[in-house]
């Protein structure tokens, strides 16, 4: 997104009720967002801005703060980092300022943004986690879906989004067979990636539901962020009940 300023990001941010800082990568502040603050409720957690080229999810996770979570609020506690990394999306790049792709790293100790993680979500299980990403090559919204001991949302999920935004419908998506827009990582490929992305090691670890969500580059940033947060509509209403 051509402009776009993490300076200017971090003045929103900082407005946010919850706010607070999570470290530093470099020159730049990463924050995070707690939304609700009852013990009682379990929580979730929304990441977006992993690659700082895909604005979209780093404005959804805001849009959604600015709510302050609404009516999910009596069910769930969120926790969101709006802005995994700050210096891709102030150069308008995937990698991070190491050159590093953060996705794929979770196994590196020299990673300040992996290690902000890692002290984030340790000794902490979630309700459910969304990963905010979009796909400049895709043709339409599509979606990674991990679960145990629960129903998919997938199809579900699909069917809204369809309204707002074409599709992906082919039936390989990134190297992975995908049936209606949605990619359930074979077993094989599971293990292929285990300990290496942070979607991976959360679901290992940390959750029994993850999704990520993959909005098409080519839609406007404005739909590309209606599309995330309608996703997250379905993820949190169905987990409600």
């Not at 530093?24 to 801005?49: H, K, M, S």
């Not at 959360?202 to 580059?217: N, V």
């Not at 996703?231 to 009940?241: G, I």
């Amino acid at each position: 997104m051509a402009g776009q300023s993490y300076a200017a990001l971090m003045q929103r941010l900082q407005a946010l009720p919850g706010v607070r800082e999570l470290g530093r990568t470099g020159e730049y502040p990463v924050y995070a967002v707690e939304q609700g603050d009852r013990p009682d409720l379990p929580p979730a957690l929304l990441i977006g801005g992993t690659h700082g080229d895909e604005p979209a999810g780093t404005e959804a996770a805001l849009e959604f703060c600015r709510r302050s979570g609404g009516p999910w609020l009596d069910s769930f506690n969120f926790l969101v980092v709006p802005c995994l990394n700050p210096h891709g999306y102030d150069r308008n790049t995937r990698h991070n300022g190491q050159g590093v792709d953060i996705n794929w790293a979770y196994q590196r100790a020299d990673v300040p943004e992996i290690q902000l993680v890692r002290q984030l979500v340790t000794g902490r299980r979630f309700a459910f986690v969304v990963d905010f990403h979009e796909d400049w090559e895709s043709p339409g919204f599509y979606l990674y879906e991990l679960y145990r001991n629960r129903t998919p949302v997938g199809p579900q999920l699909m069917e809204k989004v369809s309204r707002l935004c074409p599709l992906n419908t082919q039936p390989v998506i990134e190297g992975q067979p995908a049936r209606g827009g949605i990619i359930v990582p074979t077993t094989e490929k599971h293990e292929e990636l285990r300990g290496q992305g942070i979607p991976i090691v959360l679901f290992d670890h940390h959750t029994d539901h993850l999704l990520t969500t993959e909005t098409p580059t080519s839609l406007s940033l404005e739909q590309r962020v209606q599309v995330q947060l309608a996703a997250l509509e379905t993820v949190v209403e169905a987990q409600r009940r």
